[in-house]
C-alpha cells in the first residue's frame, strides 16, 4: 500500500526510480503500475551500488531510490556508513527522494543498532516506511509512512480512493497497546525469540547443509541468506522440496528480470526450535543427487 501510494504521487509516466537488484519484487510491481521506470542498481556487502546512482541521474529523470538498507532485503546486508551519507548527499544534490523500507527494523541482534537513513535526514530528502505487521501479526496490514508534509497530503489524497476507511476498531486496539508500552514491551520479548531461533537455525544448517550452501549469520532480521554450491540446482532442488512437504525460495524470486540465481532465503523466525529442524532435515532429503560427497550430515 506504501508503495502504491507513494508512486502515485512522485512523478508520472517517464520518471525513473532506482531499486535494488536484488530486490523487493512486490514493491516493484506497485512502482511500475504507477508508470514509474524501474532502474536496477547492484547490491554487494556493503549494500546499494551508491556510487552507480550519479549515472542514472545523469541519462534520466530520476524521481527517487527504493532500498532496504537496514537488512537489505533479500541478502540482510546493512548499508555501509560511508554509502549512507553518500546516498543522502547525492539525493539533496540531485534532487531526488529515498523511499527507505524499514521492513524489520526491531530485530538487529550483533552489536548496536543501526539508525534508520530518515534520523540522518535533515532536508526532508526520506520517505520512511514501516509496519506493525511483522512486530505484532501479518494479518493486522498496519503500516505507515513519515514524509513532508506536503507528500503525506498527497499520500492521504490517494489513500482516500484506494480505501476510504481502514479499520478503524483494529487501528484502535493497536493505538492503544501503543499508548500502553505493550507494543515496545511485545518486541523486546520478540527479539530474544527471534536471536534463539537464529542461532538454532544456523547451528542446524551448518550440520545438515554443509557442503550444500555457505552463508553468514545475519545481523538482524528474519531470515538468512546462503549461495548455493554450483554443483546443485537450486531451483531444481526447491521443487524436490515441495514433495518432502518444506518450501523455501530461491534467488530467482529476487533477480530483476526473472533469471535464476544460486541463493537461497530461509527464513526462522515463524519456525519454532524444533520446527525448524525438521524443515532443514527435508530440505536435506531433497537434494538432487548431485555431488553427494560435497554434502555432509552429521544427523
Not at 4 to 26: C, K, N, W
Not at 80 to 87: D, F, H, T
Not at 260 to 265: E, L, N, S
Request: hydrophobic share 45%.
Amino acid at each position: 500500500m506504501a508503495a502504491t501510494l507513494i508512486g502515485r504521487s512522485i512523478g508520472g509516466p517517464g520518471d525513473t526510480i532506482a531499486v535494488e537488484a536484488l530486490g523487493y519484487q512486490p514493491g516493484w510491481e506497485s512502482f511500475r503500475q504507477a508508470g514509474l521506470r524501474l532502474v536496477p542498481i547492484p547490491v554487494d556487502q556493503q549494500g546499494l551500488r551508491v556510487d552507480l546512482l550519479n549515472d542514472f541521474a545523469d541519462a534520466s529523470r530520476l524521481r527517487a531510490v527504493y532500498l532496504t538498507p537496514h537488512h537489505q532485503y533479500p541478502t540482510t546486508v546493512t548499508l555501509s556508513p560511508g554509502r549512507r551519507m553518500a546516498l543522502l548527499d547525492l539525493a539533496v544534490t540531485r534532487g531526488f527522494a529515498i523511499i527507505e523500507d524499514d521492513y524489520d527494523h526491531e530485530f538487529h541482534y550483533d552489536g548496536r543498532p543501526v539508525m534508520p537513513l530518515a534520523s540522518l535526514d535533515r532536508h526532508g530528502a526520506v520517505i520512511y516506511i514501516g509496519t506493525l505487521s511483522k512486530v505484532l501479526a501479518p494479518g493486522l496490514r498496519i503500516g505507515y509512512v513519515i514524509a513532508p508534509k506536503l507528500l503525506i497530503e498527497a499520500l492521504a489524497g490517494h489513500r482516500s480512493f484506494v480505501d476510504a476507511c481502514g479499520d478503524h476498531v483494529v487501528e484502535a486496539a493497536v493505538a492503544r497497546m501503543l499508548n500502553d508500552g505493550e507494543v515496545p514491551r511485545y518486541i523486546n520479548r520478540l527479539r530474544r525469540i527471534y536471536l534463539k531461533r537464529r542461532e538454532s537455525m544456523v547451528e542446524i544448517l551448518q550440520s545438515q547443509l554443509r557442503g550444500a550452501i555457505t552463508f553468514s549469520p545475519p545481523s538482524g532480521g528474519m531470515a538468512i541468506w546462503a549461495k548455493v554450491t554450483p554443483e546443485i540446482d537450486v531451483d531444481a532442488w526447491a521443487a524436490s522440496a515441495l514433495s518432502h512437504g518444506v518450501a523455501f525460495h530461491t534467488g530467482r524470486r529476487y533477480t530483476f528480470d526473472g533469471a535464476p540465481a544460486p541463493y537461497v532465503r530461509l527464513c526462522f523466525a515463524s519456525l519454532a526450535e524444533q520446527h525448524i529442524q525438521e524443515a532443514v532435515s527435508r530440505m536435506a532429503a531433497a537434494l538432487p543427487v548431485l555431488a553427494p560427497h560435497r554434502i555432509s550430515s552429521t544427523s
